[in-house]
């Protein structure tokens, strides 16, 4: 494969990426354990974008190598498959808990203006709203809009197993791992490097030691994509019974 482009993501910000369909892209661990968080969207219609939800009811909680992130109704295709996690090996802890969740939302400052008391900005839903806007054009509430759940990249987390709750602790990743994704469609794409950094602590703060995240765009060959093409959306014909 040939490198085209990277991009670094500064600590308790995000920015946008776009990975064209037959194309791959990997998040990148450089400087030390950094959780991030992953928004996508269809490059060319924003309604179409990542539903955690269904990626959660058709593979599992954490997914890892061969699990596909799927669109959100009406189209419900993949948008793009785990092709490659150097965090595989990491399974189930003795807590339970595993990395690459879909059952996290994303920290946002409306939950920590309502738990806490104060407001802050640099949560990884206002970093993904700001990275939106910058990039699309939208104002700040049009792309807030567009922000959904998220794939938690590199988080380790659970439920526990006397009144299963969410918990989170700290991220396995270390400098060099990395998760690498096949596009299935053209992706426009966000992730954020969470103000929690490795998430064993605080959350929506600044004290937390946090570290860049890198985003690479790799090209394969023609001869690997013999014969491949995108998904269509779905084919339902959305009558939902109306007579």
Not at 51 to 64: D, I, Q
Not at 110 to 126: A, I
Not at 137 to 150: Q, T
Not at 155 to 164: E, I, L, P
Request: hydrophobic share 35%.
């Amino acid at each position: 494969m040939t490198k085209l482009s990277e991009m670094v993501v500064p600590p308790r910000d995000a920015r946008t990426f776009s990975a064209p369909a037959g194309h791959f892209f990997r998040i990148v661990s450089i400087e030390g354990p950094q959780v991030g968080d992953l928004n996508l969207w269809n490059a060319h219609d924003l309604s179409e974008r990542f539903f955690s939800g269904k990626t959660r009811a058709l593979h599992a909680t954490h997914v890892t190598t061969g699990a596909r992130l799927w669109s959100t109704l009406p189209s419900l295709r993949p948008l793009a498959t785990i092709t490659h996690d150097t965090l595989d090996w990491y399974g189930w802890d003795e807590d339970g808990g595993g990395v690459h969740d879909v059952i996290g939302t994303r920290c946002d400052p409306y939950t920590q203006l309502l738990l806490g008391g104060t407001e802050y900005h640099y949560c990884c839903h206002s970093n993904l709203t700001r990275a939106l806007a910058a990039h699309t054009g939208l104002s700040m509430a049009d792309a807030e809009g567009h922000v959904h759940d998220v794939l938690n990249v590199f988080m380790c987390t659970g439920f526990t197993r006397d009144t299963h709750q969410y918990f989170m602790k700290a991220s396995p990743v270390r400098p060099g791992d990395f998760i690498e994704f096949f596009a299935e469609i053209d992706l426009l794409g966000a992730l954020s490097a969470c103000p929690g950094g490795d998430c064993s602590s605080t959350h929506s703060s600044d004290a937390a030691r946090c570290y860049p995240l890198k985003v690479e765009i790799w090209r394969p060959s023609e001869a690997a994509l013999s014969g491949w093409r995108s998904p269509e959306r779905s084919r339902y014909s959305r009558h939902h019974g109306a007579r």
